[in-house]
């Protein structure tokens, strides 16, 4: 009985000169590949510093400035140029321009990389729903070809509400100066929870404590201010009709220029000496 013969053949003179060529394919892969992601790897860590160091100093040049911004009454956006200009307690108007801050001389240079800051990149936006939230880009190209970009938070901390700050008599009337400038009055709409501003700011009643009787009395907006267009109020002037100089006053809603609502408050008049 005759078994089965098996027969091996082996590979061919050209099956192995494939073989290897695209063995050879492969390993250039694998080598570009690896010399690639080594110097990707190698670049970014060498860039850190300058990174770190850039945008530090970028970093903290805006938010040495937005300090003001944050501890103002209100303020304005520019966002062509971009700046902002802000009004603290006494409205004095002061403008704080980023693109300036950015291509200050001490930001051109941070160490071991240039700052090419007269083409640095910088924006602003303010949400729709936050107006007391301002958003900073930053974008500045440095000699190395790379661009660094970082995001400056600015939050408004500072409630403009318009609370009673002195008093001063003038016979059995009452003028009383507000810490923070008034919009108008306010006034909350039936079925809204929130007060909305007055259009009228002429007069309107409010109620004094005249020998322990309440009475009514009028309030008028004074110490008109011009900002940014429209007039607010540094004063609330009482006129009253009572015989002795009233002791309590309630001062009515208020809105403040930033939009702060201020409920209505019943106070004591203590005029300073």
Same mark, same amino acid.
């Given at each position: 009985?005759?078994?089965?013969?098996?027969?091996?053949?082996?590979?061919?003179?050209?099956?192995?000169?494939?073989?290897? !060529?695209?063995? +050879?394919?492969?390993?250039?892969?694998?080598?570009?590949?690896?010399?690639?992601?080594?110097?990707?790897? &190698?670049?970014?860590?060498? !860039?850190?510093?300058?990174?770190?160091?850039?945008?530090?100093?970028?970093?903290?040049?805006?938010?040495?400035? /937005?300090?003001?911004?944050?501890? +103002?009454?209100?303020?304005?956006?520019?966002?062509?140029?971009?700046?902002? *200009?802000?009004?603290?307690?006494?409205?004095?108007?002061?403008?704080?321009?980023?693109?300036?801050?950015?291509?200050?001389?001490?930001?051109?240079?941070?160490?071991?990389?240039?700052?090419?800051?007269? *083409?640095?990149?910088? +924006?602003?936006?303010?949400? @729709?729903?936050?107006?007391?939230?301002?958003?900073?880009?930053? @974008?500045?190209?440095?000699?190395?070809?790379?661009?660094?970009?970082? %995001?400056?938070?600015?939050?408004?901390?500072?409630? /403009?509400?318009?609370?009673?700050? &002195?008093?001063?008599?003038?016979?059995?009337?009452?003028?009383?100066?507000?810490?923070?400038?008034?919009?108008?009055?306010?006034?909350?709409?039936?079925?809204?929870?929130?007060?909305?501003?007055?259009?009228? *700011?002429?007069?309107?009643?409010?109620?004094?404590?005249?020998?322990?009787?309440?009475? %009514? /009395?009028?309030?008028?907006?004074?110490?008109?201010?011009?900002?940014?267009?429209?007039?607010?109020?540094?004063?609330?002037?009482?006129?009253?009709? !009572? %015989?002795?100089?009233?002791?309590?006053?309630?001062?009515?809603?208020?809105?403040?220029?930033?939009?702060?609502?201020?409920?209505?408050? *019943?106070? &004591?008049?203590?005029?300073?000496?």
């Amino acid at each position: 009985m005759k078994g089965n013969k098996k027969s091996y053949k082996g590979m061919t003179l050209v099956e192995v000169l494939i073989s290897l !060529a695209l063995l +050879s394919v492969l390993m250039l892969l694998v080598l570009f590949t690896s010399t690639w992601i080594f110097t990707f790897v &190698k670049n970014r860590l060498i !860039a850190l510093p300058n990174y770190v160091i850039g945008l530090s100093r970028a970093y903290s040049a805006v938010y040495l400035n /937005a300090q003001s911004i944050q501890l +103002s009454a209100t303020y304005t956006v520019d966002k062509n140029l971009p700046s902002v *200009t802000l009004y603290k307690k006494s409205l004095v108007p002061t403008t704080v321009n980023f693109k300036d801050l950015i291509g200050a001389a001490k930001l051109s240079t941070s160490g071991t990389v240039t700052l090419d800051v007269q *083409t640095a990149s910088v +924006s602003i936006q303010q949400p @729709s729903d936050n107006r007391f939230l301002l958003l900073l880009y930053l @974008s500045i190209p440095s000699s190395d070809g790379r661009r660094f970009d970082n %995001t400056v938070v600015i939050k408004k901390l500072v409630n /403009a509400a318009p609370v009673p700050e &002195k008093f001063t008599r003038s016979g059995n009337n009452v003028t009383i100066g507000l810490y923070y400038p008034a919009l108008g009055f306010g006034v909350r709409p039936t079925g809204s929870s929130d007060l909305q501003l007055v259009t009228d *700011t002429s007069t309107i009643t409010t109620i004094i404590v005249d020998n322990g009787v309440r009475k %009514t /009395a009028t309030v008028s907006l004074t110490g008109t201010t011009p900002l940014n267009g429209r007039n607010v109020y540094q004063e609330l002037y009482i006129q009253t009709s !009572a %015989t002795t100089q009233p002791v309590f006053v309630t001062i009515p809603p208020l809105i403040g220029v930033d939009g702060t609502p201020c409920e209505d408050v *019943t106070v &004591k008049v203590v005029t300073s000496p």
